[in-house]
């Protein structure tokens, strides 16, 4: 009998594990695809209408709904581009990621600009570029004072590590706004280690001063 004979017998006498071992080659291909293949960019900026956005990105997303107020995620892994020429800024790639739309325009972005849950300093370190980048591009932070920027020091390492860790806002004049947090996570795949999770949104910056709609973008 030929070596494919015997696959073949072997094959019939064992279909479960046949077609576990089948799903394991497929899914470990679509996760080296993942790993192998760079992620793609979403550009927008805060209301403008979805079409732009959708033409300026190269990560597919789907269209809006017509008069309705909902939200689409990325059919690619992608990060996000703030595509405003005056407070422009670049996230890490992100699997958590979603854009909201209000009747045929760019509403609000929730992400978590990493691909997994990550240790107490990576989480760090993407939280500090992305200040310094802000700080570079004319974003000010909305409370110094109560609500002060994250460093990379004793007292919020410890707030982090006790999960007690406090949002920071920061905005681009009465253009936009964004909160950004990091707190704590159970990861089933290190139940050893402490993992944490960025929060990140972005949305038209509202004063509750006053009437006026900053849902324009900046510059139209």
Request: glycine share 4%.
């Amino acid at each position: 009998m030929t070596v494919q004979n015997n696959l073949f017998q072997w094959v019939r006498q064992h279909k479960i594990l046949a077609v576990f071992a089948a799903t394991l080659l497929v899914v470990g291909a679509c996760k080296a695809a993942e790993i192998l293949m760079p992620a793609k960019e979403i550009a927008l900026i805060i209301g403008e209408p979805w079409k732009d956005m959708q033409a300026r990105s190269t990560a597919e997303i789907a269209d809006d709904i017509p008069n309705e107020i909902w939200y689409r995620v990325p059919k690619d892994l992608a990060y996000l581009k703030f595509a405003d020429p005056k407070y422009e800024f670049v996230t890490p790639p992100a699997k958590c990621f979603s854009i909201s739309f209000n009747r045929g325009f760019v509403y609000s972005v929730r992400m978590s600009p990493q691909v997994e849950p990550l240790p107490l300093q990576e989480s760090l370190d993407i939280v500090l570029d992305l200040q310094n980048q802000w700080r570079k591009s004319g974003w000010e932070l909305e409370d110094p004072i109560e609500n002060p920027p994250y460093e990379d020091n004793t007292e919020w390492r410890k707030a982090i590590e006790q999960c007690t860790a406090y949002s920071t806002y920061w905005q681009a004049r009465d253009f936009y706004s964004i909160l950004i947090s990091i707190g704590c996570f159970k990861d089933s795949r290190h139940p050893y280690e402490k993992r944490y999770l960025i929060t990140m949104a972005i949305g038209k910056y509202i004063d509750y001063d006053s009437d006026t709609d900053n849902s324009t973008p900046h510059g139209k």
